[in-house]
């Protein structure tokens, strides 16, 4: 009951920190494969992660034109970038857009964090009794 109410205290937050997470992994590991022949680039779409972690708010849909389906099934959520210029190996990986969609991802983490932050104060000063 107590996690319950916790929960909805927090919000989104939680979970979109965790998605965050999650996207900021998967870029860094394409940044890591950049000199890699044949790796393929691959990204979270977000919106639709959050969408089907069970949260309650709906948001909008972006355009993903950028991305396509995987193929695997326990990844569903994660879907091959597409370049704008494949490299002759068969890598797909464009170390600029990974920089700008990882610092991109980066600063929205430390946005989310911040709101959970400001929460948790508020509560702790609850629970000390202060008045803000």
Known sequence: MMADRLDQYFGVHGTALRLRSE???????????????????????????????????????????????????????LAYRQPVQPSLDGNTVELATEQVQFAETALRYRGTLGMLNGRIQSLTSALKGEQS
Do not use: C, W
Not at 39 to 64: H, N, V
Not at 65 to 76: D, K, P, V
């Open 23 to 77: 996207r900021m992994g998967v870029i860094a590991s394409n940044i890591a494969n950049a000199a890699t022949p044949g790796y393929k680039a691959r990204d979270l779409d977000f919106t639709s992660a959050f969408a089907s972690s069970g949260s309650e708010l709906a948001m909008a849909r972006t355009s993903s034109a950028h991305l396509q389906a995987s193929e695997t099934e326990g990844e569903a959520r």
